[in-house]
């Protein structure tokens, strides 16, 4: 989730699967036991869940004493533990993606799979739709480009290759097939479905190297100085391919105030 390269849908699909494994892992839990079990035997840890006494309220005549039904420390561990664990980070994981959810779904026009897959009459209204959301950046051609590019790749690729064609690879494609001038609104719709981050995990981290940078040593360093260097922190990748000996070099040449008579 934190790639650089890492696209909208890849993430969507990448946490779709994350969901379903944590759904099956919440009826595998007398495995999970087992299999912890073996791994403790295997390393020499102690495997044993803490026992304390049982404590009830006082019970009155017509009361059905419910608290008993948790008197084992195997099923109290996974009421009161694994299920409210499992259980939040499910929830967690649908509340907090809930918009990359809404955005791929307003983008999927665009993934190749579904567009080869709907109808004529299916794309001109979910274009129509896309038109008005992004009315700005999106012209009425839309709607024709998407009807001839459906055409094209179902003529050009076979079934099996366009349901693991991404939206990366369909830019990738109207690109080496030198189609931009043709399709345009297709090509800028998907110009802006790839440069929507999927998280700001990037930028966060960037940030948080200023408490590094800004240290009691470098209290006093100017605005100037204190964003050049965090942009050299934030592209580190280029920055490392930079010679620093030869701009040290290029630096004291143009300071050097001796002249070289011997040249």
């Known amino acids: 989730m934190q790639s650089v390269n890492l696209s909208l849908q890849k993430a969507s699909t990448q946490l779709e699967s994350a969901i379903l494994i944590i759904e099956k892992l919440r009826d595998q839990y007398d495995q999970i036991i087992k299999d912890s079990r073996e791994l403790c035997m295997k390393w020499n840890i102690p495997f044993k869940l803490s026992e304390t006494r049982q404590r009830y309220a006082k019970k009155y005549f017509d009361e059905v004493d419910s608290d008993r039904r948790l008197t084992t420390t195997d099923d109290n561990f996974r009421v009161t533990i694994f299920y409210p664990v499992v259980d939040t980070t499910l929830l967690q994981l649908r509340v907090r993606f809930k918009g990359m959810k809404t955005v791929c779904n307003d983008f999927i026009i665009l993934m190749p799979e579904i567009l ?148």
């Open 116 to 263: 080869t897959s709907m109808s004529d009459e299916l794309i001109v209204k979910s274009s129509y739709d896309f038109i008005n959301k992004y009315k700005e950046d999106i012209s009425s051609d839309f709607t024709r480009q998407l009807i001839i590019i459906k055409g094209y790749l179902s003529s050009k690729f076979q079934t099996n290759y366009l349901k693991n064609m991404t939206i990366h690879d369909l830019a990738d494609t109207i690109v080496k097939e030198e189609l931009t001038s043709i399709f345009p609104d297709v090509f800028i719709g998907i110009i802006i479905f790839l440069t929507i981050p999927v998280t700001s995990v990037s930028a966060e981290r960037s940030f948080s190297k200023l408490k590094l940078i800004k240290n009691y040593l470098r209290n006093s360093i100017g605005q100037e100085r204190l964003s050049s260097i965090a942009l050299l922190n934030i592209e580190r990748q280029q920055t490392n391919d930079i010679n620093i000996e030869n701009i040290i070099d290029n630096f004291a040449n143009k300071k050097a105030r001796k002249m070289n008579f011997l040249k």
